[in-house]
């Protein structure tokens, strides 16, 4: 079993930064993909950013540019840098990684984008 931990969610101002974390523990051998996705009230879970373990990376159009994604493959952990955050990018962000084929998912942080 593997286990995600995200952190960094809150409430932040329209135009301001924040910075997700994920660590993977478990029974980890090598972790392939590792990244975010994110669901708003009413809306299905979409890809926001991923990145595999080689490196190379795809983002969502609506946040590339103002989101990067990168991971420590020594902590086993993936960030999110989230930067001119809009209203529209609220929602639970989730991580999730895959393991020898398998997938796996976080419990989710809310990340809300208010005046």
């Known amino acids: 079993q593997v286990q995600l931990v995200e952190s960094g969610g809150g409430l932040v101002q329209p135009g301001g930064s924040l910075r997700l974390s994920c660590a993977a523990s478990?029974?980890?051998?090598?972790?392939?993909?590792m990244g975010w996705f994110r669901q708003a009230p009413g809306k299905q879970r979409e890809l926001v950013a991923i990145i595999r373990s080689i490196g190379d990376t795809k983002y969502a159009d609506s946040v590339r540019g103002r989101f990067t994604i990168s991971r420590d493959n020594a902590k086993n952990t993936v960030y999110l840098q989230m930067n001119s955050l809009e209203p529209e990018d609220t929602a639970v962000y989730f991580c999730?990684?895959?393991?020898?084929?398998?997938?796996?998912w976080g419990q989710g942080t809310q990340v809300t984008v208010s005046a």
């Open positions: 478990g029974s980890i051998s090598s972790i392939d993909a």
């Open positions: 999730y990684c895959t393991v020898s084929g398998f997938g796996y």
